[in-house]
T-cell receptor, first 115, second 114 residues
């Protein structure tokens, strides 16, 4: 079955430290990968996507993600965390094989940046 | 500033009531989606629409229906609300090639069914 896993429900990091939010996927074919962020009482906002090309993708608010085909991972990273980065982060994949419209979302990882 | 708006932020209904959730986008997007978000389950697709009057079932369509009479508007209908439909409902839209393009989300409607 095609799936996306975010193995950590919550990640805590001190302000100024690097952060990583993990995402692994299991799909057949080439995946199209996305990260979204949800601030409290808000809808999801797009951060970045991997379609093809360079495995390191840069996105909004200083975030980046690295596509690793051999490990089927797409981890979200930021070199220096801010308290304002505290939010719920979702990884999503469109495996194409299930139709062009259907995304699979992970269960979300809550990031808490401590001052 | 592009926008997806939802008719209500909070809604309280009684079991058995018919509930309408409205979503409007101003980006001229072809695709529109309805998700529900529950803790620990992430986002689950209820229905999506790729054109006016066109719709397809998502992963959890039971108990829901949708309507898309105009390109900018996508409505979710709970024919007879039940307590297990208490949830956060998110509407989203995207351009036609949905697998390439990110989705734009509305702020969500938190529905409570008593």
């Amino acid at each position: 079955a095609q799936s996306v896993a975010q193995p950590e429900d919550q990640v805590n990091v001190a302000e100024g430290n690097p952060l990583t939010v993990k995402c692994t996927y299991s799909v057949s074919g080439n995946p199209y990968l996305f990260w979204y962020v949800q601030y409290p009482n808000r809808g999801l906002q797009f951060l970045l996507k991997y379609i093809t090309g360079d495995n390191l993708v840069k996105g909004s608010y200083g975030f980046e993600a690295e596509f690793n085909k051999s490990q089927t991972s797409f981890h979200l990273k930021k070199p220096s965390a801010l308290v304002s980065d505290s939010a719920l982060y979702f990884c999503a994949v469109n495996p194409l094989t299930s139709g062009t419209y259907k995304y699979i979302f992970g269960t979300g990882t809550r990031l808490k940046v401590l001052a | 500033d592009v926008k997806v708006t939802q008719s209500s932020r909070y809604l309280v209904k009684r079991t058995g009531e018919k509930v309408f959730l409205e979503c409007v986008q101003d980006m001229d997007h072809e695709n529109m989606f309805w998700y529900r978000q529950d803790p620990g389950l992430g986002l689950r697709l209820i229905y999506f629409s790729y054109d006016v009057k066109m719709k397809e079932k998502g992963d959890i369509p039971e108990g829901y229906s949708v309507s898309r009479e105009k390109k900018e508007r996508f409505s979710l209908i709970l024919e007879s609300a039940s307590t297990n439909q208490t949830s956060m409902y998110l509407c989203a839209s995207s351009r036609r090639q949905g697998y390439l393009n990110e989705q734009f989300f509305g702020p969500g409607t938190r529905l409570t069914v008593l």
